[in-house]
């Protein structure tokens, strides 16, 4: 086993050998270089003093001054670590590096000169000559030896580099200049700058011209063969993106962006952070800045449980939480195949965490109390919700059953078994609600408020709209319909929503749980409202393609439950500013407290077991005074009541009274 090992540490030790020697013999060039430059600076300064006829009483002074000059700049130069930068990537800060170096070693110089040789030893001229021939010397290789380099690289030719554009002359399209032009494994070859503001027109940057704005796009992809633009414009708006976007459409060109400077600190190239446009860039949404600090507190160190952990916005709560290093975490979910996708991702991406997925039903107590009794988790989120409007018109029970029973389940189960937190997911439809999703998510709201005044668990709620790309929403429909070749379906071209991302909205969840006293809904800034009609179009934008030309979008009319508009708080509902810039809360003035919304559910459980629509929305009128339900779904509660009453007048003998099931509320509820 040993002799075959020798070749193994042969090759080491070569590798190891051939780094020291390539150091040292880099290190030594440069030293030596600079040590040239120290003397040749002195010895031209008596040069020049003397008009090239240097007097012999002067050889003696001159040949002291060099030494002593070459060994207190090179102590200079090694002090302030000038021996170690590579010359090919000399920077401004480099610049004036050598330039205070070169300062401290001809006054250290000069002092013992003039020490050593007296006031007259040598013409005073000498120094200040000295001086400024050295910082040329020095300074100036080390720009030749970055300008060849550059130069040399930028003459590679390459057939496969394509031919772009940086749109965009500020900070970030500078630093992407700047990169593209040291690595070519890039492949892009860039011909020049595109900038809307006109005071750049005309300039030079690092060697390429702005050659005009995004109305001449066109003329200039032509012009000089453009096959791709790069946009660095980090803090550009929505409808700024739409327009780059559509001036790029018109010159026939691919586009490509770049995330701002700041989210680049962390990775190690800009050229690799280039990526396809996607929909949040048209949003033009900022990110959001957290308190990571103040979320760490709350979250490190302790157990944490996740219902709905395998749906868009509890996964993404599992990734963010698990950013903070908690205990543990639980994911619970009834939906087996995405939980065991997303039990995979978590021990992938976060080996370190104690990740238990857990298959269960938010409405059976009995798999809630044995799984929180198993963990016992400080902090619960209650991300487990039917979401989908128009689906849950079609089954209102299904929608009772699931966002009111089992908020209240999952809520009653917390309570009793020590959690101290519970945070749940609202929505922005159960503002004045049309719909019931809407309306249980209402109802689910004053749950949770209800249990507060009585329970030892903070209970809190966290309101928003629309969230991109999440499972079953309107953007991955678009993109299906944009793949299949149109047409793209919108319900009506006013209607509009508040949009925001998967991380955005998770994020904020977390920021939210961390300054909740209990009690609150907190409504997070979604921005303004986007037309649903200008989405569609930005996404055909996205595709390369045009809309309205190669891609039809039609109106198919308002879906039952569906408003054209979305509120984020009602207008009783005060909203006050909280410690973070993107959130405010509320507590709204009215509440049922817990024993009138232990009646009202019971009387809700009994409506479920009849299945009576009417009595259904009824109650839900009463819990929520404005709730105003679909002309459609009051047809069917019409339609039922009088088949009922046809039903009792075939079936029900004269004089005799049914017996009702006055099934009672479960138990576990009456707790």
């Known amino acids: 086993m040993f002799p075959n090992s020798l070749p193994v540490l042969r090759d080491q030790f070569r590798h190891i050998s051939y780094r020291i020697l390539k150091h040292i013999s880099y290190r030594t060039l440069a030293m030596c270089l600079d040590c040239t430059g120290f003397a040749l600076s002195g010895f031209l300064a008596f ?23 070459v060994i207190a700049k090179l102590v200079a130069f090694l002090v302030a670590k000038l021996d170690r930068g590579s010359w090919r ?7 004036i590096r050598i330039v205070f170096a070169n300062s401290i070693g001809s006054a250290l110089g000069g002092l013992t000169i003039f020490l050593l040789l007296g006031p007259w030893g040598i013409p005073r001229s000498v120094y200040v000559l000295d001086w400024l021939l050295c910082c040329m010397l020095t300074l100036g290789g080390r720009l030749i030896v970055r300008a060849f380099r550059t130069t040399g690289n930028s003459h590679r030719a390459s057939s496969a580099r394509t031919r772009t554009l940086i749109y965009g002359a500020g900070a970030a399209g500078v630093a992407l200049l700047w990169e593209l032009c040291q690595n070519h494994n890039l492949q892009y070859e860039v011909v020049g700058l595109i900038d809307d503001d006109p005071s750049k027109g005309h300039l030079i940057l690092r060697g390429k011209r702005i050659l005009g704005n995004g109305e001449s796009l066109a003329a200039v992809a032509r012009k000089y063969g453009v096959k791709r633009i790069l946009i660095a414009i980090p803090s550009a708006t929505g409808p700024q993106m739409v327009r780059i976007l559509k001036y790029a459409l018109d010159a026939g060109v691919e586009y490509r962006t770049v995330p701002g400077l700041g989210d680049l600190i962390e990775s190690e190239e800009l050229g690799k952070q280039i990526r396809e446009v996607a929909v949040e860039d048209l949003l033009g949404r900022n990110p959001v800045q957290l308190d990571q600090e103040r979320i760490r507190k709350c979250l490190e160190g302790k157990v944490v449980m996740v219902t709905g952990a395998a749906g868009s916005i509890g996964s993404e709560l599992c990734r963010q939480i698990a950013h ?12 087996e195949t995405p939980l065991f996708q997303l039990n995979r991702e978590m021990a992938r991406s976060f080996p370190w965490l104690d990740f238990h997925p857990e298959i269960g039903n938010i409405t059976r107590p009995d798999t809630l109390r044995l799984v929180l009794q198993r963990y016992r988790p400080t902090i619960l989120y ?18 009772v059953e699931n966002n009111i029973f089992g908020t209240w389940q999952v ?24 719909s019931m999703m809407g309306a249980t998510k209402r109802v689910a709201e004053l749950v949770i408020r209800a249990l507060h005044e009585d329970a030892g668990t903070k209970f809190v709620a966290v309101r928003f709209g629309n969230v991109l790309g999440s499972n079953g929403s309107v953007v991955p429909i678009f993109k299906e319909q944009i793949a299949a070749g149109g047409p793209v379906t919108v319900t009506h071209p006013e209607m509009t929503r508040y949009f925001m991302t998967i991380p955005e909205a998770a994020q904020l969840v977390l920021q939210a749980f961390s300054i909740g006293k209990g009690g609150e809904v907190f409504v997070l800034d979604m921005g303004d409202p986007v037309k649903i009609v200008d989405l569609a179009r930005n996404l055909i934008l996205l595709s390369g393609l045009k809309p309205d030309r190669e891609i039809k ?40 407290d817990l024993r009138h919304m232990r009646l009202r559910l019971r009387e809700l459980q009994r409506i479920v077991d009849t299945q009576d629509v009417g009595r259904l929305i009824l109650l839900l009128k009463e819990l929520v005074p404005d709730y105003n339900p679909d002309s459609q779904l009051l047809k069917v509660a019409l339609s039922s009541a009088a088949a009922s009453c046809e039903h009792a007048e075939l079936e029900i003998p004269s004089g005799h009274k049914t017996k009702r099931s006055d099934s009672s509320f479960p138990d576990e509820v009456c707790v």
Not at 324 to 335: Q, R, S
Request: glycine share 4%; proline share 6%.
């Open 324 to 335: 903070f290093h908690p205990l543990a975490l639980i994911g619970f979910d009834a939906a």
């Open 47 to 69: 040069e020049l003093r003397f008009d090239g006829e240097l007097p012999a009483m002067y050889l003696y002074p001159m040949s002291v001054s060099l030494g002593i000059w």
């Open 89 to 95: 990537y000399t920077s401004a800060s480099d610049a």
């Open 411 to 434: 809520a009653l189960a917390a309570a009793q078994n020590g959690v101290d937190d519970f945070v749940m997911i609202s929505t922005d439809k159960a503002v004045r609600p049309t």
């Open 382 to 399: 209650h991300a487990a919700a039917y979401k989908h409007v128009p689906m849950m018109e079609k089954h209102v029970f299904s929608a």
């Open 553 to 592: 979008i039609e109106y198919s009319g308002l879906r039952p439950g569906e408003k054209l508009y979305e509120e984020l708080n009602l207008r009783d509902e005060q909203l006050v500013p909280t410690a973070h810039s993107k959130i405010a809360s509320f507590i709204s003035p009215f509440c049922h």
